[in-house]
């Protein structure tokens, strides 16, 4: 495994506010590196400044051991391979196949290609019959999963996920849990960055996790250690469910 992305002493500030303070952490290929922490605590931001949608006031962002900065001139280049899923399905005001159609399209992919992938991903989500309608007429789950396959279609090295299966039914979790699994496991050199406040989802998905607090990382350790044996009282109390989130 090697590292996907690491950030180094990575600080935010907006206004009086100190949104990310002093973050380190790597994550590596193969695996799903989680972010926990209350609401308010930095993680959406944090995401933000890994997507390179914002840059650090101090600190670095390396992705693939190479410095990188929402400011750069080849930006766009390194953002190009990474795919971004929210917390609320994002469809465009077009057809379910052209919402597909339209990652690879934007990347320059010869149209014969892009025909056979949406042809394949259509069916993997078992919306063939759907193809033409407009994608928001689908179901909240539907349109969900189609926001997740339209991120990862081009096939992306890093996934960010930010809360991208709250607030859904449990049998769209465990699918958009499934798709999560399969994207890991169809590149060696992949990588996921979850930002969730489930421990649940967390605990089935993770295989390390950061407890983000006020804007800090304050402990980062191995699913079963961070679950069963945290060092931090902060962390242990926010497995047992006893801080409000």
Not at 30 to 53: E, N
Not at 131 to 153: D, I, Y
Not at 169 to 192: C, H, S, T
Request: contains cysteine.
């Amino acid at each position: 495994m090697t590292v996907a992305v690491e950030l180094r002493d990575v600080s935010k500030t907006y206004g009086k506010v100190d949104a990310v303070k002093k973050v380190s952490f790597a994550a590596e290929t193969g695996q799903v590196f989680g972010v926990l922490g209350p609401s308010g605590a930095g993680k959406t931001t944090l995401l933000r400044l890994i997507d390179l949608l914002e840059s650090p006031d101090k600190g670095d962002v390396l992705l693939r051991n190479r410095k990188v900065s929402a400011h750069a001139r080849d930006a766009h280049l390194s953002r190009e391979r990474i795919g971004m899923v929210l917390q609320k399905p994002v469809v465009l005001n077009r057809s379910v196949a052209n919402n597909l159609a339209y990652s690879m399209s934007i990347r320059g992919w010869d149209e014969k290609d892009i025909a056979r992938v949406v042809s394949q991903e259509l069916k993997k989500l078992g919306l063939e019959g759907r193809a033409k309608k407009n994608a928001r007429t689908l179901s909240g789950g539907e349109m969900q999963r189609l926001s997740f396959s339209r991120a990862t279609v081009y096939s992306p090295d890093l996934l960010l996920l930010d809360e991208f299966a709250a607030n859904l039914d449990p049998r769209n979790v465990a699918l958009l849990e499934d798709m999560v699994r399969g994207y890991l496991a169809e590149g060696r050199e992949r990588a996921v960055v979850l930002v969730t406040h489930n421990i649940f989802q967390a605990k089935r998905l993770c295989h390390r996790i950061a407890l983000m607090w006020d804007g800090e990382i304050i402990e980062v350790a191995e699913n079963r250690k961070f679950f069963e044996n945290p060092d931090d009282e902060r962390t242990a109390a926010f497995v047992r469910g006893d801080v409000v989130y």
